[in-house]
Every structure is written in structure tokens, then in C-alpha cells.
């Protein structure tokens, strides 16, 4: 399976969550690309060009006020736009510090119920 891992990171612990995820993946013999939302080179425009290569899509953010960074929201936004009859799956994994709110389930609305 190919999985495109999207994430945001300030202090880099979601990063590091989101590098461990990539290589338990690889270990079970998946390709696992892991992108930052920051770089221009990852930007929606961009990954609305290849998003279709791959079988699974994965989240990575910390969570902020009990919900999604509003620089992750606005990058999903845009993508969702960008791609809306996208029939992959996905998954959401998010850090925190104290109170998850409602967590990785915040993201849901991005992911079409199958
Ligand atoms: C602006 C801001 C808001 C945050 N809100 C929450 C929160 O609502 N609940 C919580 O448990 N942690 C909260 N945190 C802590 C981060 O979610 C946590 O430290 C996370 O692991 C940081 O991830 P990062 O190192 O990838 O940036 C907040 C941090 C910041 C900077």
C-alpha cells in the first residue's frame, strides 16, 4: 500500500509521531511518504497533483484549542476543495499536551462515511 502522510508541526512533536508512524508502516512493507503542510512544495495546488497515487491518506497535527490548527484547517480546506471525489482511505493522528478536546475526530468532516 502507498500512504501520503500530510503534517503541521511547531515543536516538533508531531513530527516525531508522525516519523515513527512512517517507519512501523515501511517495517510492514508500505510506502510511506511524509510531507510538511508548511512548504510550498507540498502546497494543495501540488498535492492535488499526486494525491491520486496513493491508496491511504494520513493526518498528522497537534491539537490547538481542543480542535485542528488554524493553518492545518485552512491547508484542508483548500485540498478538499481541490479533490472532492477522492475515494481513499484515512486516518487522523494528533499530539497534545493536557486536553484532547474531541481530538482526532475533529477532522472527520475532511473524510467521506464509507
Ligand atoms: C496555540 C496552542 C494551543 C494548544 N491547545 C491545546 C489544547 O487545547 N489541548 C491540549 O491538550 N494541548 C494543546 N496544546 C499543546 C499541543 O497540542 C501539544 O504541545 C502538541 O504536542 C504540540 O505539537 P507540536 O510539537 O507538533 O507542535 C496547544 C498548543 C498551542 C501552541
Redesign the pocket.
Known sequence: MKILGL???????????ADITKEQFELLGHEFDLFSIELEKNSPTKIKNIIRNYDMIGL????????I?KIFKKYLDELTKLVDDLNIDGFTI????????DGAIVSKKYFDET
Open positions: 503534517y503541521f508541526t511547531c515543536t516538533g512533536n508531531t513530527k516525531y509521531v498528522f497535527h497537534p491539537i490547538y484549542g481542543s480542535g490548527p494528533t499530539t497534545v499536551a493536557l486536553f484532547s478536546g
